[in-house]
């Protein structure tokens, strides 16, 4: 079985500041993670995926995150805040290998942007 | 290129009625999955279709049931209604089952049970 665990169901920042946001999974196989941003009244649009390969991966908006193995762990980082990064963010894990190709989500974190 | 369109946006059912959502993934995806999304149990996987057939199952009873068409359009179906199937049910699309997974999501169909 597989789960995701998003530290932290808020976090504040100020506009400019840099952003962390935590994530930390439990695979028995080797994972692929992903992480999706949601703006309300929307769907969910991803941000960036690591599957295998170089461990510090780029996304869209200025986004990226680093997959750490030996800490289970895959968090999300941005260098300065912008408002319009201002949502909820979902960490998410599939087992790389078998049949089941279903997305565990975490609980998301909703990130605000303080100007 | 047209993305997931999910129909209706937004709805309002009774307790017992029952309702259809409908999906349509993006153009040559093969793979459709609906997620309910609720504020306490967050996003639940419902189920996958990959060339009309059903390959995954999440922990639902089985008033809520799916299907997908020859053209990978899908509809889901939620039976006898109760309160606690009040949610945004995300449909997402996939190229195909196998590779990373990546999933395109629409922008969600809500439900309100009252």
């Known amino acids: 079985a597989q789960s995701v665990t998003q530290l932290g169901s808020h976090v504040s920042v100020s506009e400019g500041a840099l952003v962390l946001l935590r994530c930390n999974y439990s695979?028995?196989?080797?994972?692929?993670l992903f992480w999706y941003v949601q703006y309300p009244n929307q769907g969910l649009q991803l941000l960036l995926k690591?599957?295998?390969?170089?461990?510090l991966v780029k996304g869209i908006n200025g986004f990226e995150a680093e997959f750490k193995k030996s800490e289970t762990s895959f968090h999300l980082t941005k260098p300065s805040a912008h408002m319009s990064d201002a949502a909820e963010y979902f960490c998410?894990?599939?087992?790389?290998?078998?049949?089941?190709?279903?997305?565990?989500f975490g609980k998301g974190t909703l990130l605000t942007v303080n100007p | 290129k047209a993305g997931v369109t999910q129909t209706p946006r937004y709805l309002i059912k009774t307790r017992g009625q029952q309702v259809t959502l409908s999906c349509s993934p993006i153009s040559g995806h093969r793979s459709v999955s609906w997620y309910q999304q609720t504020p306490g149990q967050g996003l639940q996987f419902l189920f996958e279709y990959f060339s009309e057939t059903q390959r995954n199952k999440g922990n639902f009873p089985g008033r809520f049931s799916g299907r997908q068409f020859s053209n990978s359009r899908s509809e889901m179906n939620v039976s006898t209604l109760e309160l606690g199937d009040s949610a945004l049910y995300l449909c997402?699309?996939?190229?195909?089952?196998?590779?990373?997974?990546?999933?395109?999501f629409g922008e969600g169909s809500r439900l309100t049970v009252l």
């Open positions: 998410a894990v599939r087992p790389s290998g078998g049949s089941n190709y279903k997305l565990t």
């Open positions: 690591y599957t295998t390969g170089a461990t």
């Open positions: 997402a699309s996939s190229l195909s089952q196998a590779g990373t997974g990546e999933l395109f």
């Open positions: 695979s028995s196989v080797p994972p692929y």
